[in-house]
């Protein structure tokens, strides 16, 4: 509060009144003049606000003990055993041990799997990115008897992938340059066991950049269990696109070129072989998806064997039609390659057989009679007991939520864990269900605290590790035993809630709003300035994602991004807003299949009935409403600013990293939801943002930012934006952040984030 503006002609007797009442007057201004400020460096360029994780790891097999990797201060890398309820920590390798000869030096431990009978460990080191994942680096065989540390294979040789022991031990299989190789782990003889993998062309043991980017598999082969055989995926991309970026960062430009399916275009081909490695033989499945006419299987999403079926272990896949609305769930006989569909899923708009970010959808039970399987075909995803034969047995969970993991099943005590939204669709809650359950019996919620759990549970299912956080509240972990008590506290994030608290930030609001249609429920949450006063006009901030496959609004901690929301409602005195629109995941299936095969219409009209909603707010400025989001949240930015009365409502906006046509996208994500070009012409031109360019009204500012090597969102997205938009004579403002990929990394910035945050609120605040 800027005191100067009492004075008038009666400052005398202002001032006087306030010496004579300053335990009333000053207290209050002195404490608000104490609040300390939130600042963008602080958040951005800083660690002040990086609260504390607890440290992850590897389940013992037995109680609450982790192991895990540790660095000490001279950077070696040590093998830790904790107790985590005595707190017991003890180095179980010390990294001083591990000198590798072959490149004279100490090797760091990234990952590390030990063989059956403990004796072995393969340590993973040295890592380096393909695309997303650190997924190639260099393995090393240490005898824990001898000390000898010996490596897989010559570093010459290339990077390794995916290196795995065999069941039995004898063996470790690991992926080269697109083709399987077999190591005898008492030899150290290497054979090759494919050799027709080469760019552009054959892969063998790990998938294509779209596999990855959209199904979340990288690592494609997987031992038998009696180490008899392997099965791996192999693809044929040479018929996709090869897509190019330039990186002109350098002297001399440095072409980046990979395969990238476009909607509509050709996939790689797809199937998976199966190799007998006591007959040195490699055949593969008739799974309908080599060199076919047709496009009634296209995809195999995931893979892997069964327990032992008829006296002998299968091959399981998932196959789906093109359209993603059919799906199988198919046994494949090692011997004959001959297979048999077990189970099958359909639907109007598509089928989610993949939890991308907790999980198959498929376990199979240590009974080897049964396995669990998460389907949405009754609305909602929930989970059901099959016998191994494709018969159902029942629907172990039902109701108008979703399950969102499965964490565990207990079959000794009959029990199965999950993580699911039964309080609220936009918080994370631990349940407990009997696997045989009786007539009417409810899940029992294990979890305590409003907001968000994520769970880690134990091998023999005596304990869980809970981290949980609300949106106003930084992450808690703790020990739990698996009744949901409490055993201890292993990390309260204390230094960043005593870092917090002087500001004494605002707390958001959850709540709900009618979607355009006067009927839908949008979830979403909204925040107001400490002092907020209801006489005073606010302009108005919505942040969007909207796309599918991703739930915005969750009761949970973000970090920085909180920060900086709340940094715009405190310090730049804005009203800040985000709803998750139709089409958002989280909601059940009608909800996010709403806008099926018509993406760009539903999702804008409800980012306009928000701002809508809260612009008729009598504390909202309707004149001075702005929106921003980031990758299909900058797509929503655009096409809410220019489409139906968007113009009229929006008058900055803010896109970042935003697809601008679907046609510019892959073809496992796109035709997911849109089908092909061919087939859905006119609603990918209804989506196609260049389109409308016309429509950005003169008294719009739009800022784009884009980074120029993007992989996922190509930067030719932004340059087609932008030649529309000149050819229209419509002013607006690009930022490229050279080496930029689509979360911004890779710039060799480490301010990057600090930049561009200052560049969007000075963007924001000048326009309005």
């Known amino acids: 509060m800027n005191i100067s503006r009492f004075r008038s002609k009666n400052t005398i007797s202002v001032l006087t009144l306030l010496l004579l009442n300053a335990s009333l007057v000053f207290s209050p201004l002195q404490a608000q003049q104490d609040k300390p400020h939130l600042a963008l460096q602080d958040i951005w360029a800083s660690r002040k606000f990086v609260g504390k994780f607890f440290q992850r790891g590897q389940w013992a097999d037995q109680g609450p003990i982790i192991t895990f990797t540790k660095a000490d201060t001279a950077r070696v890398t040590h093998l830790r055993s904790l107790d985590l309820a005595n707190n017991e920590d003890t180095i ?94 008492a030899s150290m003889k290497e054979t090759e066991l494919t050799s027709n993998g080469s760019d552009g062309a054959i892969i063998n043991g790990t998938t294509d950049w779209v596999y990855e980017e959209e199904i979340g598999l990288r690592d494609g082969w997987s031992w038998s269990p009696d180490s008899k055989h392997i099965a791996f995926f192999q693809f044929d991309e040479s018929a996709t696109s090869d897509f190019f970026m330039v990186d002109l960062r350098g002297k001399k430009p440095r072409d980046i070129h990979f395969r990238f399916p476009l909607a509509g275009e050709p996939n790689s081909e797809v199937h998976i072989g199966v190799i007998d490695l006591k007959k040195h033989e490699t055949k593969f499945l008739e799974t309908g998806t080599w060199k076919s006419d047709s496009d009634e299987f296209e995809y195999i999403f995931r893979m892997g064997w069964t327990p032992k079926l008829d006296g002998k272990h299968k091959v399981w896949l998932l196959r789906m039609n093109r359209e993603q609305n059919k799906a199988e769930l198919v046994y494949g006989h090692p011997g004959n390659m001959k297979i048999r569909t077990v189970l099958k899923e359909e639907e109007e708009t598509w089928v989610e057989v993949i939890n991308f970010f907790g999980g198959d959808h498929i376990s199979y039970l240590k009974d080897g009679k049964h396995f669990t399987w998460i389907s949405e075909r009754d609305g909602y995803k929930h989970i059901y007991l099959y016998k191994n034969s494709g018969e159902m047995v029942r629907q172990l969970t039902q109701g108008e939520w979703r399950v969102t993991q499965i964490e565990g099943i207990d079959e000794q005590a009959g029990k199965i864990y999950f993580s699911g939204t039964k309080a609220s669709p936009v918080e994370r809650h631990l349940y407990v269900a009997d696997l045989a359950p009786s007539n009417g019996s409810e899940p029992t919620c294990l979890t305590k605290g409003v907001g968000n759990h994520t769970i880690n549970m134990s091998k023999d299912f005596s304990y869980y590790i809970d981290t949980y956080s609300n949106i106003d509240t930084p992450p808690v972990t703790g020990l739990y035993k698996s009744d949901g008590s409490l055993v201890k506290v292993l990390e309260d994030n204390a230094v960043l809630k005593e870092t917090l608290a002087p500001y004494e930030l605002p707390k958001y609001e959850f709540t709900t709003i009618k979607a355009a249609d006067d009927s839908t429920d949008l979830h979403g949450y909204v925040l107001k300035p400490s002092d907020f006063d209801a006489n005073k006009k606010y302009p108005l901030l ?209 301010f990057t984030y600090f930049h561009m945050f200052t560049m969007i609120t000075n963007f924001i605040v000048e326009s309005l």
């Open 92 to 185: 179980m390798l010390d990294g001083n041990k591990l000198h590798a000869e072959d490149v004279d030096k100490l090797i760091n431990i990234e990952g590390y799997t030990y063989n059956q009978d403990r004796s072995k460990l393969l340590i993973y080191t040295d890592s380096a990115p393909v695309w997303r994942r650190n997924t190639k680096g260099y393995y090393y065989l240490y005898n824990l008897g001898s000390g000898k540390l010996t490596p897989l294979s010559p570093r010459e040789k290339g990077y390794q992938m995916f290196a795995k022991f065999s069941p039995d031990g004898k063996h470790v299989g690991f992926v080269r340059n697109r083709n399987l190789y077999l190591v005898e782990v």
């Open 542 to 750: 919505v942040f969007t994602y909207g796309g599918p496959g991703i739930q915005q609004v969750r009761n949970a901690w973000q970090g920085g991004f909180a920060l900086w929301q709340t940094f715009m409602v405190e310090e730049k005195d804005f009203i800040f807003v985000c709803f998750d629109n139709r089409g958002a995941a989280g909601y059940g299936k009608a909800f996010q299949s709403a806008n099926h095969k018509r993406l760009g219409t539903l999702e804008p009209q409800d980012q306009i009935a928000v701002a809508k909603y809260w612009g008729g707010m009598p504390y909202v400025d309707a004149s001075r409403i702005a929106i921003w989001g980031w990758s299909y949240g900058g797509t929503n930015t655009l096409l809410s600013m220019l489409k139906y009365d968007g113009p009229e409502i929006f008058k900055a906006g803010v896109a970042v990293a935003p697809g601008t046509s679907h046609e510019l996208y892959d073809t496992i994500y796109t035709e997911r939801y849109m089908s092909t070009p061919e087939k859905n012409g006119d609603n990918y031109a209804e989506a196609n943002l260049t389109n409308f360019a016309d429509r950005l009204g003169d008294d719009q500012k739009l800022l784009i930012v884009q980074g120029d090597l993007d992989d996922n969102v190509h930067f030719q997205n932004a340059i087609q934006m932008a030649a529309a938009l000149q050819k229209a004579n419509k002013q607006f403002q690009l930022m490229i952040y050279p080496g930029g990929n689509h979360g911004m990394a890779g710039t060799g910035n480490p």
